[in-house]
């Protein structure tokens, strides 16, 4: 059975950074791909940032280009989202996503069938 875990998530004033960490496990491969998705009260739930299975191709919203860094472990089974130069319009719940596909990224978003539990980012002004 697939499972991801999100963490590291908390309150942090604007400009400060976070980083969050995806425990996977369960896949038969590492050719995993790994997205990460927020959603912010009242708002749908946005793709953030995805990573390809092989980390050759990554995506960023346009929101958060320049600011954040996704990053893969395969031998950790772990993912992160490293934000820097946090903004209050980033507070959100973040969720990280996978499945086994060879897509690059953003494509790879459509063929992630898991899901983690979010883990709750707050940015003060």
């Known amino acids: 059975e697939v499972q991801l875990q999100a963490s590291g998530g908390g309150l942090v004033q604007a400009g400060g950074s976070l980083r969050l960490s995806c425990a996977v496990s369960?896949?038969?491969?590492?050719?995993?791909?790994i997205g990460w998705f927020r959603q912010a009260p009242g708002k749908e739930r946005e793709g953030v940032s995805c990573?390809?299975?092989?980390?050759?191709?990554?995506y960023y919203a346009d929101s958060v280009k320049g600011r954040f860094t996704v990053i893969s472990d395969k031998p950790k089974n772990a993912a992160y989202l490293q934000m820097n130069s946090l903004k209050p319009e980033d507070t959100a719940v973040y969720y990280c996503r996978a499945g086994l596909t060879y897509l690059t990224c953003p494509e790879a978003y459509d063929k992630m069938d898991y899901w983690g539990k979010g883990t709750l980012v707050t940015v003060s002004s």
């Open positions: 990573i390809s299975g092989t980390g050759r191709s990554t």
């Open positions: 369960g896949f038969t491969s590492d050719d995993y791909a």
